[in-house]
């Protein structure tokens, strides 16, 4: 007979009230507002930035081909992002910041004010849409390996997941588990699932939710329950000006 598991580490006194910041993806926060003018003609080039992505993947995103698609001048985009690299932080800032803003003040069960392990199950299976619909563009922009779990845009999230496991497992290390749970979100894992595995989307979508109901020690949500479907993305990720 096996030896009883030992408890889980009881979580840091001094953690102090849960609470969500709004980190930052890499932009500088001081940046002056756009004018108008300026901010219509930024949101053109992202909403056409993001339709190559779409269409042919993150390898074919040049300055000339975005240029060609939002009908300006290539000195419009290199004045707006710089350069290639440029563009694409602007891209995977657009994202994250439609991605955090349903976290912090969409509707449930992503945003607040379903229970907690609800959130955590609609919480992964909107990460596993937008990786799904944007793979290329998030593998293009994925962090080298000393700075994976320190990207603001990675500590945001791994946050978000740690709060809701503290108050769903309140005698789990919430800080541990948060890790394990986004390790299966990660999007190269999503490439090697889903593009050179070929495991179906509703599959990986069922995984997460298994993983969660035995992280949290709950059942897993009733047939016809569950949270949508990967391939969608959260409440309000239109394009915007940003």
Request: aromatic residues 4%; proline residues 11%; charged residues 25%.
């Given at each position: 007979m096996s030896a009883?598991?030992?408890?889980?580490?009881?979580?840091?006194?001094?953690?102090?009230?849960?609470?969500?910041?709004?980190?930052?993806?890499?932009i500088d926060e001081d940046e002056p507002c756009l004018r108008a003018?300026?901010?219509?003609?930024?949101?053109r080039l992202l909403e056409a930035a993001e339709r190559l992505v779409a269409e042919h993947g993150a390898g074919a995103l040049t300055m000339e081909a975005v240029a060609t698609a939002a009908c300006v001048g290539k000195g419009t985009v290199f004045r707006r992002f710089g350069d290639r690299t440029g563009l694409l932080a602007a891209l995977l800032d657009h994202s994250e910041r439609k991605f955090q803003a349903a976290l912090l003040s969409g509707p449930p069960p992503l945003g607040p004010g379903a229970p907690p392990v609800e959130r955590l199950r609609a919480f992964g299976c909107a990460l596993l849409g937008r990786s799904v619909d944007k793979l290329d563009l998030l593998l293009a922009g994925e962090p080298s390996a000393e700075r994976r779990h320190t990207f603001p845009p990675r500590r945001f999230l791994h946050q978000h997941v740690a709060l809701l496991l503290r108050e769903a497992v309140p005698d789990g290390d919430s800080e541990l588990l948060a890790h394990t749970l986004?390790?299966?979100?990660?999007?190269?894992l999503i490439h090697h699932l889903t593009?050179?595995?070929?495991?179906?989307?509703?599959?990986?979508?069922?995984?997460?939710?298994?993983?969660?109901?035995?992280?949290t020690r709950?059942?897993?949500p009733a047939p016809g329950t569950e949270p949508p479907a990967p391939g969608t993305e959260p409440p309000g990720a239109g394009p915007a000006a940003g």
């Amino acid at each position: 007979m096996s030896a009883a598991l030992p408890p889980f580490p009881r979580p840091q006194e001094n953690a102090g009230p849960p609470e969500l910041l709004h980190l930052g993806i890499g932009i500088d926060e001081d940046e002056p507002c756009l004018r108008a003018d300026a901010a219509r003609n930024r949101a053109r080039l992202l909403e056409a930035a993001e339709r190559l992505v779409a269409e042919h993947g993150a390898g074919a995103l040049t300055m000339e081909a975005v240029a060609t698609a939002a009908c300006v001048g290539k000195g419009t985009v290199f004045r707006r992002f710089g350069d290639r690299t440029g563009l694409l932080a602007a891209l995977l800032d657009h994202s994250e910041r439609k991605f955090q803003a349903a976290l912090l003040s969409g509707p449930p069960p992503l945003g607040p004010g379903a229970p907690p392990v609800e959130r955590l199950r609609a919480f992964g299976c909107a990460l596993l849409g937008r990786s799904v619909d944007k793979l290329d563009l998030l593998l293009a922009g994925e962090p080298s390996a000393e700075r994976r779990h320190t990207f603001p845009p990675r500590r945001f999230l791994h946050q978000h997941v740690a709060l809701l496991l503290r108050e769903a497992v309140p005698d789990g290390d919430s800080e541990l588990l948060a890790h394990t749970l986004m390790a299966y979100l990660d999007a190269a894992l999503i490439h090697h699932l889903t593009q050179q595995r070929g495991l179906p989307a509703d599959r990986v979508r069922a995984g997460w939710l298994d993983l969660v109901a035995r992280v949290t020690r709950t059942e897993p949500p009733a047939p016809g329950t569950e949270p949508p479907a990967p391939g969608t993305e959260p409440p309000g990720a239109g394009p915007a000006a940003g």
